[in-house]
């Protein structure tokens, strides 16, 4: 098991930013591609960004380009979401996951997943 905390969410307005972190407790990170995904109440899981294992490529869903960034410390284990422009549409409970060696915006090839932080965004 890879035990993954993820943090940061809380309740905000319209256009406000929020940055998630997730902190894996495992020496094996630096070899782990990592991802965030996001579930809202009656909607599908759906991929939200990832990161390869060298910080050097990084994908998003459509729906966040341009207004998300993913990151990762490798001195501190820890990945971030950094979520800015926050609309009604990105409340969900977003979970941070640990893949294999290559990065992946499918679910199923992430094995670890943190127990989730609640992302809230009035209008």
């Known amino acids: 098991q890879v035990p993954l905390v993820d943090s940061g969410g809380g309740v905000v307005q319209t256009g406000d930013s929020l940055r998630l972190s997730c902190t894996v407790s495992e020496p094996t990170f630096n070899s782990r591609a990592m991802g965030w995904f996001r579930q809202a109440p009656g909607k599908e899981f759906e991929f939200v960004a990832a990161i390869s294992r060298s910080g050097g490529s990084t994908y998003y869903a459509d729906s966040v380009k341009g207004r998300f960034t993913i990151s990762r410390d490798s001195n501190k284990n820890t990945v971030y979401l950094q979520m800015n422009s926050l609309k009604p549409e990105d409340t969900a409970r977003y979970y941070c996951?640990?893949?294999?060696?290559?990065?992946?915006?499918?679910?199923?090839?992430?094995?670890?997943w943190g127990q989730g932080t609640q992302v809230t965004v009035s209008s």
């Open positions: 996951a640990a893949g294999t060696s290559e990065v992946s915006t499918w679910r199923y090839d992430y094995r670890y």
